[in-house]
């Protein structure tokens, strides 16, 4: 439990072990991700977390993937705990099964930091998506951008969405009337405004940057997912720390141009988390039979999690490239949200490269999340139900998505998603 008066617990021996010139073994991931959560309790002092913050950037140790993983884990623990088996039972009832997706929760979110200032494309892409999945956008305002997610949302006009009143007691009855539901982080990781003003005095990116995708207080009952960093070097490392984490099914992606989104300008690196049948399995074959068990703790898994690696590029959505200077308007964040209801009410040309660009995204998550896997299509009304089964790099049916995503938009349904949203969220008080 956070505390302003707690009192103060000293790391400095594991601090020395950072010393490349000791002869002490250096901190292990648990070891680290434990003086870490201190920072949550307000028990380590100003100094000592602005050094473990530098030493960990200094190392590259931030950037390893037991790091990343045990870190997350800390922070989700010390975070504002949501009723998880109130939230499964609601999720079990609401969630749309199709394809290969269990109806579960899903999200899409940045790690931020690429410098591009484009469009806020996930927060966009994660409404669209909301017209099939059940969505918990996990977001904050702006720290290097003109327009960060919460910041958008917050500019909607006439009627914002109140996003400060959603919080772990009453996110349950979000998702009785809407699939979309915006989970602001420092309502939900109250512990964090502790290290707010030291980050920011030391003025360069920490761990914490990297922490905030895996920190979605709902984890556990996420089933997909599509995570974007501003640095290809990390993609390999941070798919591994969501599968660390338990992620089964997700995708990290960094445009060629270090953007963490899929770029719509060329090529991005993607690198997808995916279950494949587990060979040693000795269990029924029937993938439907989800409640087989077994007392043998070391008997194979159905299924393992591989990370595979692969490049798309715009033509793979069956649509055209276009400049990041066509989607960077680095507009303030009432401008961008203009834009954003404009797109969701279908006011927007159907070839505008901002659409396009959301349009990549969310058809991304929706391959990700498994409904592009099902044959047969009948997602309401103004879908003709022809569904484009071209399979692209790594397996994906990505101009499926596209489809699906462009139906989202023309059927009305992502801005009825996000008007329900708008209507529940401002039916709760802020506390």
């Known amino acids: 439990m956070a505390s302003d008066n707690a009192p103060h617990i000293s790391i400095a021996p594991l601090l020395k072990q950072f010393d490349t010139r000791s002869s002490h073994a250096k901190p292990t991931a648990d070891e680290i991700a434990l003086a870490l959560s201190h920072i949550f309790t307000n028990q380590l002092s100003p100094v000592q977390t602005a050094a473990l913050l530098t030493l960990l950037h200094a190392t590259g140790r931030d950037r390893e ?63 669209l998506a909301s017209s099939l999945l059940l969505l918990s956008k996990h977001g904050n305002r702006a720290s290097s951008s003109t327009s960060g997610s919460a910041d958008l949302l917050a500019s909607v006009s006439p009627k914002p969405p109140n996003i400060e009143a959603i919080n772990h007691h009453n996110l349950t009855h979000i998702y009785e009337r809407t699939n979309y539901a915006f989970l602001f982080a420092p309502k939900f990781h109250p512990g964090m405004r502790y290290v707010a003003p030291i980050r920011k005095e030391l003025g360069f990116r920490t761990i914490f940057n990297l922490l905030g995708p895996l920190a979605n207080p709902v984890e556990g009952v996420i089933e997909a997912r599509v995570v974007g960093v501003a ?26 141009e270090d953007l963490d989104e899929i770029s719509c300008a060329g090529k991005t690196n993607c690198w997808r988390l995916i279950e494949r049948p587990n060979p040693q399995f000795r269990g029924p074959k029937d993938e439907a039979d989800e409640d087989y068990t077994t007392s043998d703790d070391d008997a194979p898994p159905r299924t393992l999690v591989k990370v595979e690696n692969f490049q798309l590029g715009p033509a793979d959505f069956g649509l055209p490239p276009h400049a990041l200077s066509e989607v960077s308007p680095g507009k303030l964040p009432h401008e961008n949200a203009e834009i954003l209801i404009r797109l969701l009410q279908n006011r927007i040309p159907r070839e505008d490269p ?23 299509s009948d997602m309401g009304h103004g879908d003709n139900g022809e569904v484009i089964k071209e399979v692209g790099p790594g397996g994906g049916r990505w101009k499926e998505g596209v489809r699906r995503a462009r139906w989202a938009v023309e059927s009305g349904e992502a801005w009825r998603s996000f008007s329900d949203f708008i209507q529940i969220s401002n039916s709760f008080d802020t506390q």
């Open 231 to 256: 640095n290809g070097d990390l993609g390999q490392d941070f798919a591994e720390a969501l599968k660390l984490s338990g992620a089964k099914k997700a995708m990290v992606v960094c445009g060629a």
């Open 65 to 127: 993937a037991d790091v990343i993983a045990k870190c997350a884990e800390r922070m989700r623990e010390a975070a504002a705990q949501v009723d998880k088996k109130a939230l499964k039972e609601i999720v079990r009832e609401r969630g749309l099964r199709e394809g290969s997706y269990r109806g579960g929760l899903c999200d899409i979110v940045g790690t931020g930091g690429d410098g591009h200032s484009t469009f806020n494309i996930s927060t966009t892409a994660s409404i």
């Open 354 to 376: 901002i659409l396009h660009f959301v349009l990549m995204n969310t058809a991304a998550l929706f391959v990700i999340a498994g409904v592009c896997d099902a044959d047969k």
